[in-house]
């Protein structure tokens, strides 16, 4: 008989692009605008509820902002295993490069909650970060 591993059935993969929105973004007012996507795939034997989001981003000045709520743009979406679930969103930044991480609050079809991290990526306005 296979032994499951409890992480290999409660298992997040997040994904990230991010672009520069530099018709929203204003240099000269060090308003740095981005839009970011997030895939977010059920690589678990489980499925599982995003029921919040917890972010923290953080600007070149090292200022950090702390965002948490409900779901994510207003959904809180159910994946089943192999399934997916992507959206975008945004955020200002005061400088022309920071950096966002945190965690989504995830519960599984059996009631076990868990937190999936959210690695780090890099905001930053093309031809800044080499």
């Given at each position: 008989?296979?032994?499951?591993?409890?992480?290999?059935?409660?298992?997040?993969?997040?994904?990230t692009?991010?672009?520069?929105?530099?018709?929203?973004?204003?240099?000269?007012?060090?308003?740095?605008?981005?839009?970011?996507?997030?895939?977010?795939?059920?690589v678990?034997?489980?499925?599982?509820?995003?029921?919040?989001?917890?972010?923290?981003?953080?600007?070149?000045?090292?200022?950090?902002?702390?965002?948490?709520?409900?779901?994510?743009?207003?959904?809180?979406?159910?994946?089943?295993?192999?399934?997916?679930?992507?959206?975008?969103s945004?955020?200002v930044?005061?400088?022309?490069?920071?950096?966002?991480?945190?965690?989504?609050?995830?519960?599984?079809?059996?009631?076990?909650?868990?937190?999936?991290?959210?690695?780090?990526?890099?905001?930053?306005?093309?031809?800044?970060?080499?």
């Open positions: 008989m296979l032994q499951m591993d409890k992480d290999d059935k409660y298992r997040v993969n997040i994904a692009r991010v672009n520069y929105l530099p018709e929203q973004s204003d240099e000269a007012d060090n308003r740095f605008v981005f839009a970011y996507t997030i895939t977010i795939t059920n678990g034997h489980a499925a599982v509820k995003l029921v919040s989001r917890h972010w923290i981003i953080t600007d070149a000045h090292n200022h950090a902002q702390e965002v948490r709520g409900p779901g994510v743009v207003g959904e809180q979406p159910v994946l089943k295993p192999n399934q997916s679930f992507e959206y975008t945004g955020t930044l005061s400088t022309q490069v920071g950096t966002m991480s945190g965690s989504y609050r995830m519960v599984a079809e059996d009631g076990t909650e868990f937190d999936a991290p959210i690695p780090q990526f890099v905001l930053s306005v093309p031809r800044v970060l080499h």
